[in-house]
């Protein structure tokens, strides 16, 4: 079952400064990701900034910045995005996007391309 650290640690394995700032990785007129209006189903980017962690483990956890860039408890970092209810993380390790959907303000349910399912919660 994958889930957002997990595909935090695999994006950032190998960290590059340049995609560490959202400067270079937005052009001049992208607007921030908390910026971005609501999904149908209540998830906004807004809602995603902050810390997370994975089925109830906080201990390795990944935190989405307002700028767009994530961090990973191992220091790897990236740039994400929401579009409607697909997230877009890319990193060193190539870009991934999965499904989310909120359970509830602390709760995320996380679907990946494969149709497998898991959920993270606010930390």
Do not use: Y
């Not at 950032?12 to 908390?34: F, H, N, Y």
């Not at 209810?85 to 679907?111: K, Y």
């Amino acid at each position: 079952m994958r889930s957002l650290v997990v595909l935090a640690l695999v994006l950032g394995a190998c960290d590059q400064p340049e995609i560490a700032t959202a400067p270079s990785a937005q052009s001049a007129d992208a607007k921030p990701a908390v910026d971005a209006e609501p999904a149908a189903n209540g998830v906004s980017p807004a809602l995603l900034v902050g810390r997370w962690g994975d089925n109830g483990d906080c201990t390795k956890d990944i935190v989405f910045n307002g700028d767009g860039t994530f961090r990973s408890h191992t220091g790897g970092v990236g740039t994400w995005s929401l579009d409607n209810d697909v997230m877009t993380m890319s990193g060193a390790g190539g870009a991934f996007q999965v499904r989310v959907q909120i359970l509830n303000g602390q709760q995320l349910l996380i679907q990946n391309p494969d149709g497998s399912f898991g959920t993270s919660q606010r930390c």
